[in-house]
Every structure is written in structure tokens, then in C-alpha cells.
């Protein structure tokens, strides 16, 4: 049976698995390509219904399950904060941009056949080409996302289009989120039951 609110944080830590890798990115130069891979497969691939058909194992998602609790509880990271912040106002801005929405709905269906002919969601000219719609249709969107870590790092062009494919992915997963009834009030006068069923999801991944 369908249960929306764990639907919710499945969304939700997918949001947060990309910050944190934007974050781990930026900072260190590096990530592990699975955890990437569990995010480019929630962007590229279309939604049936199911976020764990979308997503995978809810072990793909661990990282970002606990990185959510971790902000739920302590707010220990505050570029992890600030990310998402800025990019649940940018998909509520998209939201209301319907032809932007579209032009970016036409181009992850470009990107999902390019995807199935390198037979790799994390191969460099499907990464460059989820950045370019990153760039095309979000960029110029305000707030801006500012990215903290080395320059080293944020300078090479791989890097810088693994961040802005991760932003792309966090963003569409928080369109999932509201769609299964997320909303900030509920994280704030819910989160006694999110967090149980939080650490239910973790204990289980």
C-alpha cells in the first residue's frame, strides 16, 4: 500500500543525496559515482507512480536518508541548508513557468535516449548534456545557487557539470516531495513521526 508521507522523505533524501554531493564535490574534488548514479537515474528516468521504482533499493538512497535526519535533528551543515533553501524556491518559481518546465521535460527526454545509447547515466556526455539544461532554464532563474568549496575544484569542467546535473536532480526530486504533500510546515510540526519513520527507512536500507 502506498504511504505518501514515506514517499515524502524518499524525495526528500533524494534531494538531499545531491546537495551533499554537490557539496562533497565542491569541497574535495570527488564522490562516489553510485550515489550520483542513484540520482541521475531518479532525473532521467520517467516517473510510473512508484519513487522506489523510480529511484532504486532505498540502500542507494542511505546517504541521503541520513544526511536528511542530520538536518532534521542538528541543521549540522549550513551549505547543505542554504542548497536547499535556494532550490525549493527554485522549483516553486518552475512551478509557474510552464513553457520552462516543458523545455526542460523535452530535453531530459533527449538526454533519456542519449542515456540508453552510452548505457550509462553518469557518462560524460549525458552528465554535460544535464547540465547544459541546468544552465539554459534554471541559471537565469533567481535566486542563484552559490556554491562554497576550492576553486581547484570548482574549476574543472567535469566537476562543474556533475554539480549542475545534481542540482537538476534535487530539484526534480523536490517536485516529487510536494507532489506526494511535502510543504516546510509539515517538517516543522511533523517531525516527531517523519523522524521515526526516517530512522525505520534508514534501519531497513
Not at 116 to 135: Q, R
Not at 157 to 169: C, E, G, T, V
Request: net charge positive; charged share 20%; hydrophobic share 40%.
Amino acid at each position: 500500500m502506498r504511504n505518501p508521507t514515506q514517499d515524502q522523505l524518499i524525495a526528500l533524501a533524494a534531494a538531499f543525496q545531491a546537495v551533499s554531493l554537490v557539496a562533497d564535490l565542491a569541497r574535495h574534488g570527488r564522490i562516489d559515482p553510485m550515489l550520483a548514479q542513484a540520482c541521475m537515474q531518479g532525473l532521467i528516468q520517467p516517473y510510473q507512480g512508484s519513487l522506489r521504482g523510480l529511484y532504486g533499493d532505498p540502500s542507494q538512497l542511505r546517504p541521503g536518508l541520513i544526511a536528511l535526519r542530520a538536518q532534521l535533528t542538528e541543521a549540522r551543515d549550513p551549505d547543505l541548508t542554504r542548497y536547499t533553501l535556494v532550490l525549493l524556491h527554485l522549483e516553486r518559481r518552475l512551478q509557474r513557468q510552464p513553457q520552462r518546465l516543458q523545455g526542460i521535460a523535452n530535453g531530459l527526454e533527449r538526454v533519456r535516449r542519449q542515456a540508453e545509447y552510452f548505457d550509462n547515466v553518469n557518462s560524460s556526455p549525458v552528465i554535460a548534456a544535464l547540465a547544459h539544461l541546468y544552465a539554459e532554464h534554471i541559471s537565469t532563474l533567481r535566486p542563484r545557487v552559490l556554491i562554497s568549496g576550492e576553486r581547484e575544484h570548482l574549476e574543472q569542467p567535469k566537476n562543474a557539470d556533475m554539480i549542475r546535473a545534481l542540482l537538476l536532480s534535487a530539484i526534480r526530486a523536490i517536485s516529487f516531495w510536494r507532489q506526494q504533500g511535502g510543504s516546510r510546515l509539515t517538517l516543522l510540526f511533523r517531525r516527531k513521526p517523519l523522524l521515526q519513520m526516517l530512522d525505520t527507512l534508514i534501519k531497513n536500507s
